[in-house]
């Protein structure tokens, strides 16, 4: 893998995931820090952001695009 750059910022657990689970599928390298420190028992990684993803850049494009299909409010799921 290239060195890898910061490429988008996750707003919570649930899209880090599911962004994970969908560049495992594709086989896109990547990796995902979280921003949750022990020592404030994350209390800074939901005010601010819960972590980013990083990858080479020459995937910067499709990741981002697979990042805005999946943030379409049609791709979303209503409460219930």
């Known amino acids: 893998m290239n060195k890898p750059v ?4 996750f707003n919570n ?6 962004m994970e689970e969908i560049l495992i599928d594709k086989n896109i390298p990547h990796i995902i820090r979280s ?9 800074w990684q939901t005010r601010s952001a ?5 990858a080479p850049e ?11 299909e999946m943030s379409l409010p049609e791709n979303q799921i209503d409460d219930v």
């Open 6 to 9: 910061k490429i988008l910022v």
């Open 58 to 68: 020459e995937n910067r494009e499709e990741i981002l695009e697979i990042y805005q």
């Open 50 to 54: 819960w972590g980013h993803l990083e």
């Open 35 to 43: 921003y949750h420190d022990a020592v404030y028992d994350g209390l």
């Open 13 to 18: 657990e649930i899209e880090a995931t599911l």
